[in-house]
């Protein structure tokens, strides 16, 4: 045996695995007339040694029983579990098939009735029975949760659906739930204008109390659109046959948008303000109705002859005195009279040939008694 | 039928297929230590070792049809899924650094409450115990494919066909890689050997000697 022959085998030798008895004798043989062969057998031989100390000294180890309790308990459940369901499906196909036709929420009563069907004695049954309770519990908490899903995905539907339906329906009967319905107020007796603020006398008092929240613009922006309202306001005049409804023209509606930007309460009023059978309507959280034809149905009764009868200017705000007004939160709506000069006074072009004419006009005035802003009727 | 340690495994585990909890247990306590050691042996970690034991058992119950006898002892088939389990794990904990483990810098074994208890020899106890520690340092710093086949073959005495089922190899391949992994194990124990013997000459210092 040559150094390679003996290097295959020293493993085994080492080891003291069983070898050939020639194989072997021939090792050590080769060992003992072989010096480092020797000493690589001797080393091996002490990694053996080594190795089996090291064996030894963990041969007492072992899981702790923390580890057999836990594999025990989930032994026990798991074969409890598989032979409660066997149970139940071959001692009560009646079960079977309600656990079919039924759905899941019959599920616990026949999981019970077929848990308690097998009547046995022992603690493995009571761990049965456990476990089964427990299996029940689980299925009736997943059937409840189902069904509360399902009702309350009904309930989504539902309200969903009332709720889009049901504002549609109001608007087309004028009652619609966002729009405020207030009483005439008596016109009050205002005093006439002095300046360019106030009005001159009551001459034809159709007032409506209303609410809003929005304040009054800048008084410089407001004096630079009192020519484009007035524009609107020839336009508007051109447009008096078709007054059936409450609108303006394409002019109006520019110095509307124009004025808008700047005085947000006046025209608001002005495009929503409606006059139906003594009572001022308004939709506070809305600038312009959905469909004209919706406002048209609106304009029954007076409010509608009214209107025919009438053409209006955008409202132009009156806060160039008070730059720190509060908001407008309530007010009425005055209609007075004032002399043809009060146009000129707002800055809006006068005729000189109808200058000793009165003209009529619907005052804003807020609840603190300020009038807010001012439209001309013709 | 109740389940007895003259049962074989294979009956065992017939046994507890068919829920009986006796024959399970008794599965368990005779192969457990097995599990446990050879997990403790190829991580190094009693917890990693009892997660090991643990899933390996589970396996066990939940889908014991995955054993087949033809193939080999169910210890062998034991091995193999905890080889599994093993490997699956430090590749899962191979991104992180151990802390500092001042039982590993003394040897691993120093502390152990076993070691605390006196024995007859004190001088050789503690030369067992360094040994011990040496060598576990050893085969831990071995490759994964190495220190398996070691552990199985040298320390749970495994035949090499026994290794070579749970290793799913061959035998030939349990052979080459025994013997390339002692090799590693004599050149790293002579390297401590050396490294001790160089640190114990430098430690020693004459001027502290008042002899």
Partial sequence: ?378 | MRASPEHSDEELLRLASAGDADAFAALYRRRQAGVYRFALQMCGSEGIAEDVTQEVFMALMRDSRLFDPARGTLASYLYGVARNQVLRRLEKERHFVAMTDETAEDGGAALDSTHLVAADDPLAQLARNELIGTVRQAVLALPAHYREVVVLCELHELSYAEAAVALGCAVGTVRSRLHRGRALLVERLREVRQQQDAGAATDFDPLRCFA
């Fill in chain 1, 1 to 378: 045996m040559n150094c390679r022959q003996f290097t295959s085998l020293i493993v085994e030798a080492a080891r003291g695995c069983l070898l050939d008895a020639a194989a072997r004798d021939g090792a050590m043989r080769h060992a003992d007339a072989c010096g480092s062969c020797a000493a690589r057998l001797a080393q091996e031989q002490s990694l053996t040694s080594a190795l089996r100390t090291f064996a030894g000294d963990m041969k007492e180890l072992g899981a702790p029983a923390s580890v057999e309790a836990k594999l025990l308990a989930a032994f026990k459940e798991s074969h409890a579990d598989a032979q409660t369901a066997t149970v139940a499906e071959t001692n009560d196909p009646h079960t079977h098939d309600s656990l079919r036709t039924h759905g899941a929420t019959h599920a616990p009563v026949a999981l019970l009735n077929s848990a308690e069907s097998s009547v046995e004695s022992g603690d493995e049954l009571a761990a049965r029975r456990a476990s089964a309770r427990r299996r029940m519990q689980r299925a009736a908490f997943m059937a409840t949760a189902i069904a509360a899903s399902l009702a309350l995905v009904a309930l989504v539907a539902l309200y969903r659906q009332f709720t889009h339906t049901a504002p549609s329906k109001e608007i087309t009967k004028n009652n619609a739930p966002s729009i405020i319905a207030l009483p005439i107020v008596a016109p009050p007796a205002v005093a006439p204008p002095s300046g360019t603020t106030t009005p001159a006398t009551v001459a034809d008092a159709s007032g409506a109390s209303f609410k809003s929240s929005a304040s009054a613009g800048s008084a410089q922006t407001a004096k630079h659109d009192r020519a484009r309202a007035t524009q609107s306001d020839s336009s508007a005049q051109t447009a008096q046959g078709d007054r059936s409804r409450f609108t303006r023209g394409a002019g109006a509606e520019r110095a509307s948008a124009k004025l808008a930007r700047h005085a947000a309460v006046p025209r608001m009023i002005a495009s929503r303000g409606v006059i139906d059978g003594g009572h001022a309507i308004f939709a506070p959280g809305e600038d312009e109705p959905a469909d004209e034809s919706e406002l048209a149905g609106n304009n029954a009764g007076g409010a509608a002859r009214t209107a025919e009868a009438e053409s209006m200017t955008e409202f132009i705000p009156l806060v160039s005195g008070a730059p720190a007004a509060p908001p407008l939160e309530s007010g009425q709506l005055v209609r007075v009279q004032l002399p043809r000069a009060a146009l000129s006074s707002l800055g809006l072009p006068l005729n000189a040939e109808r200058g000793d004419e009165p003209v009529k006009a619907d005052v804003l005035l807020g609840g603190d008694g300020l009038a807010r802003a001012i439209r001309f009727v013709r």
